[in-house]
């Protein structure tokens, strides 16, 4: 029987390129070891995101979450990687595992160990098979899938790195075919850990994640990397900003939005009646439009709690404003939408109707910790693209 939230992928069906689709480029191994490490936020940047979440805290301990379709994104996009070296290609596996030793000693320097999960998963929404509508989706798909050469290049570098980090101590893969925030939550409620939490990632799917605080009181915290004219522009994304952080992300227009009060607990409205482009589920209106909705949810004094008594009140609201323009824009299933959106309840199907066991492998697989054999590997397989053994290998 086919679960409720099944990952699909849509086929470009033959379409022809459109305007503003990416160009197919040819790149280097070395160019894309470049373009990789430049989405790793900077020492100064960290030190200054970290102290404005946890202060002075006294913890020795935190997880990372590496959301690795986020980086690798615009590789499958629209890159064809051109390798001179057959007997050497290992310009993923390396670059990843640096940037986990980027990370890991920033932290280490500052007397905290880490333990570092790799997620890798993709941007298609779980869809309700029960009550689907192509209405909910975007026009588009993906016109710029990637080529056959790129994508058996990734695959062999996936699974070349799932391999050597079974070697490598305090570092996982998690590698599934379920989409990709979902499954960072799932691994987090898996992990079950007792240890600060922070999920690197440029998904602003992600940002959902920290609205709903851990049982364990401890924090979760997006870092978002972002770079803009040269400089280290990466923000973090709380309880306290997610829903700002989200409607910043989606006012793509910067058209003129009302003063609206931040509140967690609306972000999962806001998305259901304005969409997510990365996940390519459309809005049912513009970004203003949606911010006034969570406006008119204050002036009327609608408990929020109440998911079914809310999104009642936001389908009146939708259908006071889309009636106004023709009966060509139908309403769909508002509640459809909230479940689409809803990443906590995605999550969960993932643990208890899909692939419990499967995470649970992937969090205790082979671990034969054998620092001395990626020292070796190094020296033999890796001369191209060098690991950063020192910054790897001490977690202490």
Not at 23 to 31: A, G, L, M, P, V
Not at 115 to 127: M, Q, T
Not at 368 to 377: A, D, K, R, T, W
Request: proline residues 3%; glycine residues 4%; positive net charge.
């Amino acid at each position: 029987m086919e679960n409720c939230y099944t990952m699909r992928s849509y086929s470009t069906g033959g379409l022809p390129p459109q305007k503003g689709d990416s160009i197919i480029q040819t790149i280097t191994e070395e160019q894309l070891v470049g373009s990789l490490y430049g989405s790793c936020i900077t020492y100064d940047r960290l030190y200054g995101l970290t102290k404005s979440i946890f202060g002075n805290c006294q913890d020795t301990k935190l997880d990372i979450y590496l959301d690795l379709y986020s980086i690798l994104k615009s590789v499958y996009n629209n890159t064809v990687v051109s390798m001179h070296d057959s007997g050497n290609n290992n310009a993923i596996v390396s670059t990843i595992l640096n940037i986990c030793a980027h990370y890991r000693h920033f932290y280490q320097s500052n007397g905290v160990s880490t333990n570092i999960y790799i997620v890798f998963g993709s941007n298609d929404a779980f869809i309700n098979t029960t009550a689907r509508s192509f209405d909910i989706m975007f026009d588009y798909k993906r016109y710029n899938m990637p080529t056959d050469s790129t994508h058996m290049y990734i695959n062999s570098q996936l699974t070349a790195l799932s391999q050597l980090i079974s070697y490598t101590p305090d570092i996982y893969f998690i590698r599934t075919i379920y989409e990709g925030a979902p499954s960072i939550l799932a691994t987090m409620n898996l992990v079950n850990s007792s240890n600060h939490s922070i999920i690197i990632t440029k998904n602003p799917y992600n940002f959902l994640i920290p609205t709903q605080p851990r049982g364990n009181g401890k924090k979760v915290v997006v870092f978002r990397p972002k770079k803009y004219k040269g400089q280290d522009s990466s923000y973090y994304v709380d309880h306290t900003n997610a829903l700002s952080s989200l409607i910043n992300n989606n006012n793509t227009s910067k058209q003129q939005l009302p003063q609206y009060i931040e509140d967690y607990r609306k972000c999962i409205y806001f998305l259901t009646t304005n969409g997510l482009k990365s996940r390519y589920i459309r809005g049912r209106v513009n970004c203003a439009q949606a911010v006034s909705f969570l406006n008119r949810l204050d002036a009327e004094n609608v408990d929020i709690t109440n998911v079914s008594a809310t999104l009642n009140t936001i389908h009146k609201y939708e259908k006071e404003l889309l009636s106004r323009k023709g009966p060509k824009d139908k309403i769909d299933n508002i509640t459809q939408r909230y479940y689409m959106m809803d990443i906590f309840a995605a999550a969960n199907n993932i643990i208890n109707n899909i692939s419990e066991a499967y995470f649970r492998n992937c969090l205790n697989i082979n671990r034969n910790i054998n620092p001395s054999f990626i020292v070796h590997l190094n020296n033999m397989k890796f001369t191209k693209f060098p690991l950063e053994i020192g910054k790897l290998l001490r977690n202490d």
